[in-house]
């Protein structure tokens, strides 16, 4: 059994951190500085972490390549299975019109203001897609209707982005909350009741966040009564859930609710008209449409079928039948966790054939025949699809694999050992943790997986309160969904934008380092000034 270094350079944790952290940084540079497609950032990031971790940390060649081999299946199924038959379902939407039709709709029924239509479409109905699919599919989705209103794609890409941070962490009915609770032996619904007191507030501010970036502050003394309800409802909703109801339904009460209280809200109140921020009909002129004389509100059903197929298939747990746990040989147990005292590292990769994918890709065929799609338009629908994703799908497979190099090479596990030896300053730096894994793995589930018990085990070192901390984890990862080339790489699929991953990375950065901060300020705020708002462990 191979034993995780913590500090192969001459035994300093400080120089260990240093070289630990070059392949998160080749990536960061690649992308952020050189403004390199997102695949030749993924793969300069693998290759330097291949490098390091044979050669520094000493991990055999055949259990490097083999956590790499398990990382890159993991990425194509399950994670890149939801997100081709999401965009599947996106094509045939397209494709029968019923894309065209969903546009004339908020045409139609929005205010003649683009802000409007990003708070809607970007905030609310991005979220309820967050907790349908994941994985990037809101990003391509609702980018491509802001497209379509006359959102330059760059400028759709960037607050979709940052709007997707909000339902992260109750995302898939809960599961990443599920999996902290598990890694850190920690009651799952008190977890989730802690993380149900920290994003609402980043959820309220969300809206005001974008819309002061995207129109100033015109805009946000213009639209900030819409602002308020559409953040208030979703916070609201994501607190009470979280807290009362039950966590795993925190995305589909808070979405649904954030997106039928602010669409009755604009039956009631309008903003005044602002000729800067109208639809764009030259930009709508150059969509691209289908001539079908198709009612608008029949651009609702794709979703709503695929909300309500995956909604009772998560709850009757279809996902389940027929799954098998492989244990990958060469890898599973044959490393011990060194910060674990030994721990051995599983290594389980958990192949559901009717996962959610399966259950979109339903979705999508039950779709098509809904709306009497021929068996070669549909065909159609997947080559385009394909000539769409596969691209992401080697860029997801390259950024998952190089997670799971580090993870079980111990590179992950040297990194958390050095922030959670700053003493206090561990309280700011905890996010980052979160933000870290999510950047590099595009999943709260994983980030909570990999640092959630270091997280506990440095807090209770501090004496520092454990529950806050592991929920700071999952809180914090979201901030680093914005940036993750998973999360980015599967959002310019749909757009002119493929091999200017760089460029939307370099663009959300920035926010996505304030808002890990605001939630740093937090964090520091709950644990000494509130120290009461922190749920009692069983309470």
């Known amino acids: 059994m191979f034993a995780q270094l913590l500090t192969p350079i001459e035994g300093s944790l400080g120089d260990s951190f240093l070289i630990a952290v070059l392949p998160v940084v080749a990536v960061l540079l690649l992308l952020g500085v050189f403004r390199r497609p997102a695949w030749q950032a993924a793969l300069a990031g693998l290759l330097t972490g291949l490098a390091v971790a044979i050669m520094a940390w000493q991990m055999p060649v055949h259990l490097a390549l083999n956590a790499v ?257 492989i244990h990958w040989p060469g890898l599973d147990k044959a490393i011990s966790i060194t910060l674990y005292h030994g721990k051995p590292y599983a290594a389980v990769w958990v192949f559901q054939p009717l996962g959610t994918g399966t259950a979109i890709l339903l979705s999508a065929v039950i779709t098509a025949l809904m709306f009497s799609l021929s068996p070669r338009a549909f065909l159609g629908c997947i080559k385009q699809t394909v000539k769409q994703v596969w691209i992401a799908v080697v860029t997801v497979m390259l950024i998952v694999g190089l997670a799971y190099l580090m993870n079980y090479s111990g590179l992950a596990y040297t990194l958390g050992a050095g922030v959670a030896a700053t003493g206090r300053l561990f309280v700011l730096l905890s996010p980052f943790l979160g933000w870290i894994a999510v950047m590099l793995s595009g999943s709260d589930t994983s980030g909570n997986a990999l640092f959630g018990n270091l997280q506990v085990v440095a807090a209770q070192q501090l004496h520092l309160n454990p529950v806050l901390f592991a929920a700071t984890n999952s809180s914090g990862g979201v901030m680093g969904k914005m940036i993750s080339p998973q999360n980015i790489a599967t959002g310019v699929s749909v757009t002119n934008l493929k091999g200017q991953e760089g460029q939307v990375f370099a663009r959300t950065f920035v926010h996505s380092v304030i808002l890990t901060l605001m939630l740093s300020g937090l964090v520091v705020v709950e644990q000494f000034v509130i120290p009461w708002i922190i749920p009692a462990i069983g309470g």
């Not at 009772?312 to 996902?319: D, I, K, L, Q």
Request: glycine share 8%.
């Open 69 to 325: 081999a398990n990382g890159a299946v993991f990425a194509a199924w399950p994670v890149m299975w939801i997100v081709v038959n999401a965009l599947l379902l996106y094509n045939v939407a397209v494709k029968s019109g019923r894309f065209e039709a969903f546009r004339k709709w908020v045409i139609e029924h929005l205010p003649n203001d683009r802000r409007v239509v990003l708070v809607v479409i970007g905030f609310c109905f991005g979220a309820l897609l967050e907790g349908i699919a994941g994985f990037g599919t809101p990003v391509a989705i609702t980018s491509s209707l802001l497209i379509m209103v006359g959102f330059p794609a760059l400028d759709a890409l960037v607050f979709v982005l940052i709007f997707n941070t909000a339902p992260v962490a109750f995302g898939a009915l809960g599961v990443p909350v599920t999996v902290l609770g598990a890694v850190t032996s920690l009651p799952a619904s008190t977890l989730g009741a802690m993380v149900g007191r920290q994003l609402p507030l980043m959820a309220l501010i969300l809206p005001f966040y974008v819309m002061a970036v995207y129109g100033g502050w015109r805009s946000l003394k213009a639209l900030w009564p819409l602002l308020l309800v559409a953040g208030s409802s979703f916070a609201a909703a994501q607190f009470v859930t979280s807290n009362y109801i039950d966590y795993p339904l925190t995305d589909v009460l808070s979405s649904l609710g954030s997106l039928v209280i602010t669409l009755l809200f604009l039956r009631v109140w309008r903003p005044a008209p602002d000729a800067a921020f109208a639809v764009s009909e030259t930009k709508l002129q150059d969509a691209e449409r289908t001539e079908m004389n198709i009612a608008p509100w029949q651009g609702w059903i794709p979703w709503v079928v695929v909300s309500a197929i995956v909604i009772a298939w998560t709850f009757y747990g279809v996902a389940a039948l027929g799954q098998q746990a």
